[in-house]
């Protein structure tokens, strides 16, 4: 009896491991840590913000709508909850990633905007700030592809058969994946006009 029992215990972890079990627990825990380090540095680069607002206000003159924007944005974007079931809702993992773009593009706007102030273009403490916030943005991109590629690892073993009846069973749906904010816009080609300007 307890010989058939072990038999059928050793019949099932081989069955499992066949049916790529062991594989969704590695790859949905290498997906996870690679969110992790998104999170990360996205944390890194809403702490950088309240310096560099903090920085630009020291110029008087600069434009006020631009950095009331920064300051909403980051708002917006810290105030997501971010939780472990975030990866597995498209809808919430859409709305985190708006959030983050928005962010993305106040910041880019008010860096251009500062190369209109020279005072602001010459402070030291701006200059560093500038240099620390282009390495975050770098780290954040890395950080995007090293998830995006292990959640298309774990994606397609989750669709493939057979360890999409393994996905099926243990509930290891596909994960939503980072895309382009504005797919319809960059897939549209610029107009090009080299006519000479009209007098």
Same mark, same amino acid.
């Given at each position: 009896?307890?010989?058939?029992?072990? *038999?059928?215990? @050793?019949?099932? !972890?081989?069955?499992?491991?066949?049916?790529?079990?062991?594989?969704?627990?590695? @790859?949905?825990?290498?997906?996870?840590? =690679?969110?992790?380090?998104?999170? +990360?540095?996205?944390? %890194? %680069?809403?702490?950088?913000?309240?310096?560099?607002?903090?920085?630009? &206000?020291?110029? =008087?003159?600069?434009?006020?709508?631009?950095?009331? &924007?920064?300051?909403? =944005?980051?708002?917006?974007?810290? $105030?997501?909850?971010?939780?472990?079931? /975030?990866? +597995?809702?498209?809808?919430?993992?859409?709305?985190?990633?708006?959030?983050?773009?928005?962010? $993305?593009?106040?910041?880019?706007?008010?860096?251009? !905007?500062?190369?209109?102030?020279?005072?602001?273009?010459?402070?030291? =403490?701006?200059?560093? *700030? %500038?240099? /620390?916030?282009?390495? /975050?943005?770098?780290?954040?991109? !890395?950080?995007?592809?090293?998830?995006?590629?292990?959640?298309?690892?774990?994606? !397609?073993?989750? %669709?493939?058969?057979?360890?999409?009846?393994?996905?099926?069973?243990?509930?290891?749906?596909? &994960?939503?994946?980072?895309?382009?904010?504005?797919?319809?816009?960059?897939?549209?080609?610029?107009?090009?006009?080299?006519?000479?300007?009209? &007098?």
């Amino acid at each position: 009896m307890m010989m058939k029992r072990w *038999l059928l215990i @050793l019949v099932a !972890v081989v069955s499992l491991s066949g049916c790529g079990y062991n594989q969704f627990q590695a @790859l949905d825990e290498a997906s996870k840590s =690679a969110w992790s380090e998104v999170l +990360n540095q996205y944390q %890194r %680069r809403a702490d950088l913000v309240p310096n560099i607002v903090a920085t630009v &206000k020291g110029e =008087a003159s600069f434009e006020q709508d631009t950095l009331t &924007k920064v300051i909403e =944005a980051r708002a917006k974007a810290t $105030s997501i909850q971010v939780t472990p079931e /975030t990866l +597995n809702n498209p809808e919430a993992f859409q709305k985190f990633q708006q959030a983050q773009g928005e962010l $993305s593009s106040a910041l880019s706007r008010l860096m251009a !905007v500062s190369e209109r102030y020279p005072d602001l273009k010459a402070n030291q =403490a701006f200059r560093d *700030l %500038r240099v /620390t916030l282009e390495g /975050t943005e770098n780290r954040i991109t !890395v950080a995007r592809n090293r998830y995006i590629e292990s959640v298309q690892e774990y994606n !397609v073993l989750a %669709r493939s058969f057979p360890t999409n009846i393994t996905a099926k069973i243990f509930s290891y749906a596909p &994960k939503p994946n980072f895309s382009v904010q504005n797919e319809a816009q960059i897939s549209t080609p610029p107009t090009v006009d080299f006519s000479a300007p009209k &007098k």
